[in-house]
């Protein structure tokens, strides 16, 4: 009998960007825990959710807000593809209280979450032999969607002995005439940094030397809790353009809401001259958009959010940081160079070398997991080979457990 013949095939090239996801990488993890070999709850520090944490519930003012847009049954309608009018001024509007400049309606469109502003950003960008420039360590999803898209990736490195500032010779030098912009990602993930004024700056000028723009990744705008203020990028958004990226996620602890936006802060209106704020808005009319309950709820969230809310999760995070900081120094085989000062991260160098039977990064998570049920993110997902991103945002006798199963191991495959 022949062989029946079809038209269609598997598209292996989605799976291999797949597997550069966080998601992907973390089941793979997760699916690695022996429960017949430890009857230990598991402990997740492999991603910055600590919504599961009473400690860190969302503000009842988020809540109501959602509450009240529900029952007016005026939002269980379509939304325009660029979002609802007061959603987008009111984002504006949060955004401007930090800026030289006002931020218009028109800058703002909103998003499914910080994940669907890149996968707008990364359409937009790529063309036939365009290239892009990411930080390394860099947060994955960046380099999944620039392979869907066929944008080439150009990695310049974050110096962790300068507390992950940007080696700007190394971007001078990766970047030609194709490059098309470069990303930021502060306060940072997955090195929990903060940069200063003067460096990004420094940032700004050398984009507008090289003539591209600035993708400023601000999901975690004003979780910063060490000497280094956050300072928006936009705020020099006179010397380069920058697209930056914000999310309800982070700051107000509702990740699963999957709210977010891109923003044009560009005073002097490069990205409208050169048709980047229309081609946006052009993707936009072709993806989803977030619920339009969500986007109606916006206004009262970041108008009447309490200060005293943002500032109790900033002392939780502060004291999670300190608290992992200086115990992590009692575990041996590991090292954190630099204290976070900010997001929910931190990276944790592994002295591979000293280990009995741990051959790299991704055989110590998945280890770990088996014999801890503990869950931590390899570094090579994000770049750095034989480092692990670990996220501090727990309740402190979550971190003090995974501090002392961390240890265990470590004692337990070092070599003798």
């Known amino acids: 009998m022949e062989k029946q013949k079809w038209g269609f095939k598997e598209n292996h090239e989605l799976h291999a ?12 993890i997760i699916g690695n825990i022996d429960e017949t070999r430890t009857e230990k709850p598991m402990i997740h520090l492999g991603h910055g959710d600590p919504s599961v944490y009473p400690c860190f519930q969302t503000s009842s003012v988020v809540e109501d807000a959602l509450v009240e847009a529900i029952r007016s049954a005026k939002y269980n309608c379509y939304a325009p593809g660029v979002g609802i009018s007061p959603a987008r001024r009111a984002v504006a509007e949060h955004l401007s209280k930090h800026l030289p400049y006002k931020l218009k309606t028109d800058d703002v469109f909103l998003t499914v979450g910080a994940n669907h502003a890149i996968e707008v950003l990364i359409k937009v960008l790529a063309r036939p032999g365009a290239n892009i420039l990411f930080p390394r360590p860099n947060y994955s999803l960046y380099e ?11 990695h310049f ?3 962790p002995e300068k507390g992950w500032e940007v080696d700007l010779d190394g971007v001078k030098a990766l970047a030609d005439d194709k490059t098309v912009a470069i990303v930021l990602i502060n306060p940072g993930n997955p090195c929990g940094n903060v940069f200063t004024f003067n460096h990004m700056q420094k940032i700004a000028e050398t984009a507008r030397q090289l003539g591209i723009l600035v993708i400023a990744d601000e999901v975690y705008a004003y979780q910063v809790f060490g000497e280094n203020p956050f300072i928006p990028m936009g705020v020099f958004g006179d010397i380069a353009p920058v697209v930056t990226l914000g999310t309800l996620s982070k700051r107000w602890i ?8 891109i923003a044009i802060t560009d005073p002097t209106g490069i990205l409208h001259k050169t048709g980047i704020s229309g081609s946006i808005k052009s993707c936009l009319e072709l993806t989803a958009d977030p619920p339009t309950v969500i986007q109606a709820a916006v206004p009262h969230i970041m108008e ?27 575990i041996p085989l590991v090292t954190c160079p630099h204290k976070p000062e900010g997001s929910m991260f931190a990276m944790v160098k592994i002295n591979i070398s000293a280990f009995d039977d741990v051959v790299d990064d991704t055989d110590f998570c998945m280890k770990l997991a088996r014999e801890e049920s503990m869950i931590l993110f390899p570094g090579y997902a994000v770049g750095l080979k034989n480092w692990v991103r670990v996220s501090f945002a727990a309740e402190p006798e979550v971190l003090e457990d995974a501090i002392g199963r961390m240890k265990a ?4 495959h070092a070599k003798h």
């Open 409 to 412: 191991f470590c004692l337990r």
């Open 157 to 159: 490195d974050l110096l």
């Open 17 to 28: 960007a797949a597997a550069l996801t966080v998601r992907n990488i973390l089941q793979a």
């Open 304 to 330: 009447n959010t309490p200060d005293s809310f943002f500032l109790n999760i900033n002392k939780l995070l502060k004291e999670a940081a300190d608290m992992f900081y200086e115990r992590i120094k009692e």
């Open 144 to 154: 999944a969607q620039s392979r869907c898209n066929l944008l080439e990736v150009r």
């Open 254 to 261: 509702v990740p699963g809401w999957r709210f977010g936006w």
